[in-house]
């Protein structure tokens, strides 16, 4: 009657192709999702940003050989890979399922009764067992297993694309405190002189030692500024060396401007993150199916697709063939010498009945798995959209204001310059040439931040778009 059943299920092609089907997505994803401007939208160009693997983004040799450097040594981008390599292991567990497995156990008994001479009897049999794959068991748990190694190796891309920022960010940090630096320390050098000017129109009666005194406060206030810029330095080059897995040390770096961020593939060298064409490229949504957590989070969805099909199929029989063959000198009620062949193959089909709700449970639970999974998908592209927007928010914000730093340094150097010719000619006090300075220095000290705000802005904008997974 089993078998009879079974054999109609089995003509059944329809049930056949199901239990035997491939995972198709089938999450909504909502439109607009991502909410670009409209003038980005219309853009065309000719490549995406995305499509640049890191070489040709971060053109400084400098920074190349930094992040092939933390590629080769970093800790968590090697457990990555070591996950590749468990993943693999258990796909090729999973292909070999189909196979039989073939044991060799040999057994050997000493037997007595009441004293009678001790009976020896031995077995040596090769014990053969084999699942048949009738409603797609196996085949849905090897597919299953292969989503887990595409899960693995986007990981790993994931890492790789994360690392590549961070070391690219905080080289471009130490580039900018550089020239912090360097404003501070040439800044230490004027005010000094100022201070010294002030020092002197005091001991001439001309100022107050108010006047000397705040000067000299906010040249001490420069100080500080330098040693903090200098502690900043080396808490950089020690979160480098952390993701370089080697003690701390001084980090090369080229100077800030030698070596820009990319525009396009054709385009010529400079400061492009501040060029409006820029963001403009690259920013269709199918480009965000590049991005390692889109693809991640779909191959999830594999995967609990196919357990569900492996969960489904625990509902149907399963059909087991076992065989023995070997050699024994055990003839059931009786003892020879010498033994003989073994032979036996057995069948055996199994149809749950009754399993105290496992089989149900365990479906209902993959199941509720995918549908979760299906909706954090979508949660995926839309957080996806979202980093792309705010990245181009930020290169927007960065473009701006650059202009408006770059007219503000110069009007207040000139006003810089002014102040110290009035006040030398005893035109100005002592406050104007202190408001000149410190405004000059803040402003100075900000268009570099914001320089460095640009540059992090299109690194965002590349690893959001799906980049550095080359």
């Known amino acids: 009657m089993t078998t009879a059943a079974v ?3 089995l003509t059944d092609c329809s049930l056949y192709k199901e239990m035997h089907g491939t995972y198709e997505s089938q999450a909504e994803i909502p439109s607009d999702t991502y909410g670009i401007g409209q003038d980005v939208k219309e853009a065309t160009g000719n490549g995406s940003l995305a499509d640049l693997s890191w070489r040709e983004f971060f053109t400084d040799p400098v920074l190349q050989q930094l992040i092939e450097q933390v590629l080769a040594k970093n800790t968590d981008l090697n457990t990555a890979c070591i996950a590749i390599e468990k993943s693999e292991e258990s796909l090729k567990a999973a292909k070999m399922a189909y196979l039989p497995s073939l044991y060799f156990s040999p057994s050997g008994t000493l037997s007595s009764f009441d004293f009678s001479p001790v009976s020896k009897t031995y077995n040596m049999p090769l014990q053969l067992s084999m699942d ?11 597919r299953a297993a292969n989503a887990v190694l595409l899960q693995a190796q986007v990981r790993e891309e994931a890492v790789r694309a994360n690392l590549i920022s961070t070391v690219a960010q905080q080289y471009y940090m130490l580039q900018v405190l550089d ?15 100022s201070l010294e000017t002030e020092k002197t129109l005091w001991e001439n009666g001309k100022i107050y030692s108010t006047a000397v005194n705040q000067m ?11 040693v903090d810029t200098r502690r900043n330095i080396r808490g950089v080059e020690n979160a480098i060396c952390r993701l370089l897995a080697q003690a701390p040390q001084p980090v090369k770096r080229s100077q800030w401007g030698s070596s820009a961020l990319p525009e396009h593939v054709d385009s010529s060298t400079g400061q492009r993150m501040f060029d409006k064409k820029f963001i403009q490229i690259g920013v269709p949504a199918e480009v965000l199916q590049n991005r390692p957590d889109i693809r991640l989070a779909n191959f999830a969805m594999e995967e609990a697709f196919y357990n569900t099909q492996a969960a489904r199929a625990a509902f149907f029989p399963s059909l087991t063939l076992q065989g023995v063959a070997g050699w024994t000198n055990s003839a059931g009620s009786m003892v020879v010498d010498p033994g003989k062949i073994l032979l036996n193959a057995v069948a055996s089909l199994s149809q749950p009945i009754f399993a105290r709700g496992k089989i149900k449970a365990n479906h209902r639970i993959a199941q509720l798995t995918e549908s979760d999974l299906q909706r954090k998908y979508v949660q995926t592209v839309i957080d996806a959209g979202n980093q792309v927007n705010e990245a181009l928010a930020d290169c927007q914000a960065a473009r701006e204001k650059h202009a408006y730093y770059h007219r503000q340094v110069d009007v207040l150097h000139e006003a810089y310059i002014g102040t110290h010719e009035l006040m030398d000619n005893g035109k ?9 300075q410190e405004s000059l220095l803040n402003a100075q000290l900000s268009e570099a931040m914001n320089m460095y705000n640009g540059a992090k802005a299109v690194i965002a904008l590349y690893i959001a778009l799906g980049g550095a997974t080359k």
């Open 7 to 9: 054999s109609l299920l």
């Open 132 to 142: 048949v794959d009738l409603f797609g068991s196996i085949t849905n748990k090897k």
């Open 179 to 193: 020239r912090q630096l360097e404003i501070l320390t040439v800044t230490d050098s004027l005010w000094n002189a």
């Open 216 to 226: 000299e406060s906010s040249y001490l206030n420069v100080k500080t500024q330098i």
């Open 428 to 436: 100005a006090n002592y406050l104007e040439v202190l408001t000149a």
